[in-house]
């Protein structure tokens, strides 16, 4: 995660800084989020095929392939050659990442306790330390970028990569199943529980309303803002940027690591969370709406809209982190065991695909109007994730 989180950093602002527009930027990252669709509903068979450590360890040796392929790339190319390639090697990143996270997150369902909240905790806990570190990932990529150049910065991850992928292949405890049950056939990629597919689609459009401005619209608002368009003023932008981008990356994975006190301790019912799952996401439609409303009114970049901004999206972030992190303990929830893999990889194709759409609108939205238009774009997105929770209680 903290490679996947700086190499995200390290395209964006480097093909920024190279001239490409917010479209062509949303580009590069379209294939990492399609092969997430895809890697999500392979990943929970190949799992229960060959075992939730083999699929680790094709994670993890995948994103090395992925830094020293990205590591090839020539300044001389042309920009639709240089998309392409990126495109390309984005894909196979997006495929590392969901292949460890599917892992990951299976595990926890098999291994974490189930009493007193158990596996509320565990979740929480994972998911809330998987966020910070990606969010440090982001200050280290624009660090890296600013300090030693794109293709040093991509060549010393994948060292640092391979280290740690000998070290797992090595130390890995005992205890990570093997093969599961044989699971069923590919006809059998949808789950047949109402709430998965409801949960699924509230998270769809929940990560479609963050990445809507995430991924491309406030990154280059804020280097357009924070930079004076020389090459100092542009690796002070990298720093600015990146580090905005990580401390909400790692606030919110420390919000989601807290949410189950927040939401009332261990004692809580599967229903309660359910319930509680609705109001939250209700509590999220408002923000991104109000800051479209004022980014509107002003028209232009302004100080006090750069401030209105930083204050809103954190609190955007951390009413977010509440509703990832119950999400994330509902799908553990309402998965059956038999197929915790499937279910859990059907869950995050879902998440993969609000990534996709909220990536492509993002470019759209704001090359069509503007930082306004970005942010009621995820308003809308927000508001469709409110109504997919609300059905939840009605199973």
Known sequence: MLSDGALRMLVLLHFNALGFSPVQLAWLFL???????????????LAARFGLAATLYAGLALQIAALVALAQLDPAWSIPASVVFVMAVQGVSGVAKDLAKMSSKSAVKLLAPSADGGLFRWVAALTGSKNAVKGLGFFIGAALLALAGFQAAVWGMAAVLAVILIAVVLFLPAGLPGRMKAADGWGGWRSKDARVNRLS?????????RDVWFVVGIPIYFQAVLSDGTAEGR???????????????????????????????KTQSEAQITQKAVFWSGLLVPIPFAL???????????????????????????????????????????GATERITRDVGFYYMANAAGRLTGTLLSGLSYQLGGLPACLATAGAMALASWIAARRLRTV
Do not use: C, D, K
């Open 31 to 45: 294939l990492y989020e399609l092969a997430g669709i895809v890697t999500n509903l392979a990943a929970g068979w």
């Open 235 to 265: 690796r002070e932008a990298f720093f600015l940027v990146g580090s905005f981008m990580a401390l909400w990356i790692i606030a919110y994975g420390a919000v989601q690591a807290f949410a189950p006190r927040l939401l009332g301790g």
């Open 201 to 209: 689609l509230a998270r769809l459009f929940l990560f479609g309303a």
């Open 292 to 334: 479209a409303v004022l980014a509107f009114v002003a028209g232009e970049p302004a100080p006090w809209l750069t401030a209105t901004l930083i204050a809103g999206l954190l609190l955007f972030g951390f009413v977010f982190a509440v509703n990832s992190s119950v999400h994330s303990y509902l799908i553990l929830a309402f």
